[in-house]
């Protein structure tokens, strides 16, 4: 009896590759990678909450920013085109410490409100609060000698106690636990001129 | 004059049998990373960019709210007013209390005081309406808000 030539033994795996090729593409297309960054801001407390004290703020620790219904800024009384310009202006007004008398005393009594219409586009309140926000994280960078954006990604890792330290020194944190520099950004009711 | 013994000629082909294991590679990659979307978005969004973005901590704590004009498919039924979306519905302004504690419900007790409110927002979006949403959330006492927004590639 002639012994039968053996065959092969080994399975065709060729179309494997198609195979995950194809459930590649299918993960590939339906699926949407999660975004989960933007700016974040804390609210004020509800209304009926806050006491009614009549708290007198100095004129000259405000930082006015405006924006009407057309997207128009108003900084300080005054027009401005470039919201870019706000961040090195929002710097000058906190930093002052009473040199200026027209600006801030100091870190801690400086202020900027911002405030809206109805009408303001969204896009356009973003823009500037990420500028006014942008200030103050290069402020707090410059305190613990890092850049914007490295305060900015220590801030998200607070358990950390090297991160806690230096954030509680960007924001001046005294003995008593009172934030010396802290970040006073007032965002007041819009006003009802243009919109709905 | 064979002086030179022709080589014998190798197999011309290349081995293919890495192939499905770097492609089965890449496929977990892609599933492990990628999460599924749970809610049918019928809001048009157009997310604003910005460059101070900060990261969130806790995923689990955030509840997501979509605001813009309805998509077209829904603007026969919902015009082009902009919508708030939570979940897979249309709310109204007045439903954003009820809505918060609700979501606030689905969280541990410690951290009710915690949950985060993403705000997704097209950026045609009018003011008014997003300071109705932020009143609303104040009543609620959800205080945490993140506007989502992309990074601006061309600044920074």
């Known amino acids: 009896m002639a012994k039968k030539k053996r065959a092969n033994p080994e399975i065709n795996s060729s179309s494997m590759a198609d195979i995950a090729f194809l459930l590649l593409i299918f993960f590939l297309v339906t699926t949407t990678i999660a ?58 007004h906190v930093l002052n410490n009473g040199v200026n008398p027209e600006m801030s005393d100091s870190p801690k009594d400086a202020i900027v409100s911002f405030k809206t219409d109805r009408g303001t586009s969204y896009e356009m309140y973003i823009g500037v609060l990420n500028e006014l926000q942008g200030a103050y994280y290069e402020m707090y960078g410059e305190r613990v000698g890092k850049t914007a954006t490295e305060w900015r990604t220590l801030t998200n890792e607070l358990d950390d106690p090297e991160n806690k330290k230096l954030y509680d020194k960007g924001r001046g944190k005294d003995k008593d636990g009172k934030v010396t520099f802290p970040m006073n950004i007032s965002i007041a009711e819009p006003s009802k001129i243009g919109g709905n | 004059m064979h002086k030179f013994k022709k080589k014998t000629k190798s197999d011309p082909s290349i081995p293919t049998s890495a192939l499905p294991d770097i492609i089965f590679m890449l496929l977990f990659f892609f599933m492990v990373t990628t999460v599924l979307r749970e809610t049918t978005i019928n809001v048009e969004q157009h997310i604003p960019k910005a460059t101070e973005l900060r990261k969130l901590q806790r995923k689990s704590l955030v509840s997501y709210l979509y605001v813009g004009k309805p998509t077209l498919k829904m603007q026969k039924q919902f015009g082009k007013e902009p919508r708030i979306q939570a979940n897979d519905v249309y709310i109204a302004v007045e439903e954003i209390v009820g809505w918060v504690l609700q979501e606030k419900d689905n969280l541990d007790e410690v951290e009710r005081d915690q949950i985060t409110i993403a705000l997704k927002v097209n950026d045609e979006t009018k003011m008014g309406l997003i300071s109705d949403i932020q009143l609303e959330l104040r009543e609620a006492n959800a205080r945490k808000l993140l506007y989502t927004t992309i990074q601006d590639m061309d600044r920074d």
Not at chain 1, 64 to 75: E, I, Q
């Open chain 1, 35 to 92: 975004n989960d960054r933007g700016i974040l801001m804390q609210l004020p407390p509800k209304p009926d909450d806050i006491e009614d004290i009549d708290v007198k703020i100095k004129e000259h620790n405000l930082f006015k920013v405006y924006v009407n219904s057309a997207d128009r800024l108003l900084v300080e009384g005054e027009p401005l085109k470039d919201i870019e310009l706000i961040r090195d202006m929002v710097k000058e």
